[in-house]
């Protein structure tokens, strides 16, 4: 899996609509709020053209490609985290996330109705970012009254900890939240605790049907997100979702019908991996050739017990052809003629675009 993420906003944001771009699975989209009851959940496969060439040059009889997992649940209203609307019990559906694609109405129409009356989206989009910090804080809080007690025995690592979750819920508390420079103690317990407001955000700002990206409503969301240090997309719910529609072939001729430069969806999906610092390497034989998305840095061993568990641990080395060797020579045979393919050990930090054949112990 490349990654997870959960998509949030106010009831008639376009969640849904967005959902449906993603995933082509038809979620009902709906002018009512609360109309998505349960979460959904999707699997999109990321495009990338490597991987067809890493598999013309192993003669590979099929492709895998890296995919990626979205999570629609319920809008969230104004108390959320106490129980209004749907209630707080979505919001554990996207605390395993490993983003959050905040979706934000950024255009009027009066047969959409706004739980709101209308969309104001730095107000609106401050609602969903307080109701994610109150689930926090919650949490936070029954954590701290539990470390209190066992503290109080005089444990310097229970001390550490208290210290810890106290200090995130004075960052949760700041406007705007406070993420930057978490130590070490704070990390783990974010991690521990799967905390919402620490996990990295993407603005989608929902422009509706025009695809127009110059609305004032726009630059207020995008320095709203500016001001989280977080990415803010304009993003057509509506037209995309048309565009999932189409057969594969007819999309490029609509997209440029509507004088779109390319699919918002892959878009998306590729500022999903930036922001969470994402690469992608290769495998490849006879059989299949398949791509893998593994964090930035990521040590060959642990590379290899992405593609086999038993990997990692029986790992001896990796034969590396880096992206650049191929594009530039294309076969696999010119390539080992001309002496490019690298052997590394189990430290080596795999790079962007690599294909690894990795030996391991019988």
Known sequence: MGFKCGLVGLPNAGKSTVFNAL????????????????????????????LDRVREAAGSSKKTPTVLEFVDIAGLVEGASKGEGLGNQFLSHIQAVDAIGHVVRCFEDANVSHPYGSPDPERDADIVETELALKDLDILERNAAKVRTAARSGNAELAARLEAVESLMTRINRRPPDRAGLGDAEQEAVRELNLLSFKPVIFLANIGETGSAGTAWLERLAAFAASRNSLCLPFSAKIQSEIAELPDGEQDLFLKSM??????????????????????????????????TVPDGTPAAKAAGRVHTDFERAFIKAEVI?????????????VHDLGLVQVHGRDYAVRDGDWVTFRIRK
């Open 23 to 50: 995933t082509r699975l038809g979620v009902e989209a709906s002018a009512y709020p609360f109309c998505t009851i349960n979460p959904h959940f999707g699997i999109v496969p990321l495009e990338d053209g490597r």
């Open 259 to 292: 004088g779109i430069r390319e699919n918002g969806v892959q878009e998306l999906i590729r500022a999903g991996t930036a922001v969470l610092r994402l690469i992608t390497f290769f495998t490849a034989n006879a059989n299949e050739a398949r791509a893998w």
């Open 322 to 334: 880096p992206w650049s060797a191929l594009e530039a020579h294309r076969t696999l045979k010119a």
